[in-house]
């Protein structure tokens, strides 16, 4: 009986044997067989080589999809293993993953690996691919496999192996003289690897636990072609001026004192500043949509995050606890128990629903020191917390104005680009089902009703409830995360939260939680990085800078210091003994909006000389025509 390939556009093709993936990408079209790195069968990921024996769903997958990208990077971590057991035989491999963009590969070597022999690896990756050497799979016992690796030496992959139930099968995959033990699948050969780049190399400790001997980590990227390869490297460029970090030491934003401790940050007067700005316009807006604002401690008794669950499912993410007469405290690691207590500590009627509490809450959580990253990972942060607390039927009118508010607020801090994605019930999961669909039904009505488009992410919601994200997109084409609203169907049962209805029996609220910035500190960096520091006027610590030429027009600059500050703009006198030039130059680096240039002439004439950044002079004017000219950009 013919065997039946089903192709992703519902087309099949009959064969009178067993077939390769490869040969019917090659019946389909040469092209698509050379780009090609893998199969996907009937969902199952597999190597082009695989052998297809029965009817089944066909999908080819190139450099194109993320599943390609991911498969062509997990084999380019194989190649660069190999180079690095080539050129330094006594070094120990352990895992080789691919990541978002391009992959890494952990070795046990006593010292870290130099740039020099950073660019010793890349040659041999080069002079290795050229070789077009086959990535061949083979299954074999885990006895087998003890045995082979064991032969080498290669106590990462026992370790591994140790963990695995006897009677599974283990696969392996070689490339010329290398072998890794690897569930793949790989592209065909090392041919396919065109252009390759070592990015950096770093510490990491094994299996991410500072308790673990600390490997070395090479990082990479690999493409098909030398262009893609070109404009990544270009991209990596201008994501560095961009860089948050960067950015925030250039304007004296915020910094991270390791005798403080890593993953906390401090707050400088300008980054204090535009802090400021963003939490009382959070806080005036949400105070116009109907929300109450609340209060809450930074820690609590064990008992609350018992009831929570979280010493259960999150410990491990929270600090140690402090003896407190006898009784165990933890800092706080999320708001929602405290919301949740402001809410039962009353009795609600159907009639005061919806409650909406919000919060600016600081929390935090035990990240470890490997993934802390400027202000994008940090121990202790700011979320913009808030829970919506209303019945059934007031379900889809709350969503709707959530998401709404949502954008409005994304929008006037001008993001322009969103991703949105539902994600919908996860295979474990709490709560009634018949909860789940209600409540995604909601979430998916609400998007389709204001006509937005989004992804679904099948599966992809919390145990708890399912969510929909809100991500902003960059002038990079980069995705950020924002807005999270998610369904609680855990926390409501487990602190017994209900309300009366108009049966005068008790209800079990349904419950939204939902943070439209994410964290004030994950927001800030995400904001200076988008408008790579040039932030919208309104934002600006400091909006004008009054530049006088020389000491002789100090007095009339403070003088328009202080009108200025009469009319609500937040400006400074640089003081400094230095040339015009050399202010003007500097308050550009600053990107500080407007610059008023004071001289003899302007301090005579009772006028002022106005610069744009990034425009330049706009020319002498009266300060009330300055004053209208800065206004007009707010």
């Known amino acids: 009986m013919p065997i ?3 192709l992703p556009d519902g087309s099949a093709r009959l064969y009178e044997q067993p077939v390769s993936a490869l040969k019917v990408a090659e019946d389909i079209s040469p092209r698509l067989a050379e780009a090609a790195i893998c199969a996907e069968l009937d969902g199952v990921l597999v ?7 029965r009817d089944a769903k066909l999908v080819l997958h190139t450099f194109k999809t993320d599943a390609g990208k991911d498969i062509y990077w997990h084999s380019t971590a194989h190649l660069m293993a190999q180079a690095v057991k080539q050129l330094f035989p006594d ?29 010793q690896i890349e040659e041999r990756m080069v002079s290795l691919s050229k070789q077009n050497l086959p990535y061949t799979r083979r299954e074999l016992s885990k006895a087998e496999a003890m045995e082979i690796f064991s032969a080498m030496g290669e106590d990462y992959k026992l370790e591994i192996l140790n963990e695995i139930p006897d009677d599974d099968i283990i696969s392996t995959y070689t490339q010329g003289d290398f072998i890794d033990l690897c569930r793949g699948p790989h592209i065909p050969h090392t041919g396919k690897i065109k252009a390759v780049k070592l990015l950096k190399s770093s510490g990491a400790y094994w299996r991410g636990d500072e308790k ?8 990479g990227i690999s493409f098909p072609t030398k262009k893609e390869l070109e404009e990544y490297l270009d991209f990596l460029k201008q994501a560095a001026l961009r860089d948050h970090r960067k950015l925030g030491k250039d304007l004296d934003l915020f910094s991270i004192n390791e005798d403080i401790g890593p993953g906390l940050v401090l707050w400088h007067p300008n980054g204090a500043m535009i802090r400021h700005l963003i939490e009382t316009y959070w806080k005036e807006e949400h105070l116009r949509h109907g929300y109450k604002l609340v209060y809450s401690p930074h820690v609590g008794r064990s008992n609350l995050w018992e009831t929570s669950g979280h010493l259960g499912f999150y410990k491990e993410n929270m600090y140690a606890a402090m003896d407190v007469e006898g009784q165990d405290y933890y800092i706080k690691p999320m708001n929602c128990p405290f919301h949740i207590a402001i809410y039962n500590s009353n009795l609600h009627s159907y009639r005061e629903l919806p409650i909406r509490l919000a919060e600016l809450g600081t929390v935090y959580r035990y990240e470890r020191s490997g993934v802390l990253h400027g202000l994008m990972r940090v121990r202790g942060f700011t979320q913009d917390d808030a829970h919506i607390i209303c019945t059934p039927d007031q379900l889809n009118s709350e969503v709707e104005k959530l998401i709404v508010f949502s954008l409005d607020m994304l929008k006037h801090f001008g993001f322009r680009e969103f991703l949105i994605y539902l994600s919908t019930k996860p295979e474990e999961s709490v709560g009634d089902p018949a909860d789940w669909d209600t409540a995604t039904a909601s979430l998916r009505s609400s998007l389709e009703k204001i006509g937005l488009e989004y992804q679904v992410d099948e599966g992809g919601g919390a ?4 969510k929909i994200d809100i991500k902003i997109k960059d002038a990079l084409g980069r995705a950020w995360q924002c807005t999270t609203i998610q369904f609680d169907f855990n926390e409501p049962v487990r602190f017994d939260m209900s309300y009366i209805g108009a049966d005068n029996a008790q209800h079990r609220p349904y419950m939204v939680h939902r943070a439209i910035l994410g964290s004030v500190e994950r927001f800030f960096a995400t904001l200076l990085e988008y408008h790579s520091g040039n932030l919208p006027h309104w934002l600006a610590p400091v909006q004008m800078m009054i530049l006088p030429i020389t000491e002789a027009q100090m007095d009339y600059a403070r003088k328009l210091e202080e009108d200025f500050r009469l009319q609500g703009l937040r400006c400074e006198v640089d003081t400094r003994n230095e040339k015009i030039g050399y202010k003007i130059r500097d308050a550009e680096l600053k990107k500080i909006p407007f610059m008023c240039v004071i001289g003899k002439k302007e301090e005579e004439s009772g006028q002022i000389t106005l610069r744009q950044h990034t425009v330049g002079d706009l020319g002498s004017m009266s300060f009330a025509d300055a004053l209208s000219r800065i206004r007009s950009e707010s």
């Open 91 to 119: 070094v120990k491999v352990t895992i080789g993953p691919s990541i978002e963009q391009g992959f890494y590969y952990d070795f046990d070597r006593d010292k870290p690996f130099t740039e020099e022999e950073l660019e």
């Open 463 to 466: 145990f708890y409830g399912p």
């Open 4 to 6: 039946k390939v089903t």
């Open 47 to 53: 190597d082009l080589g695989h052998d297809i024996d």
């Open 212 to 219: 673990n001997k600390m490997l070395q980590r090479i990082y």
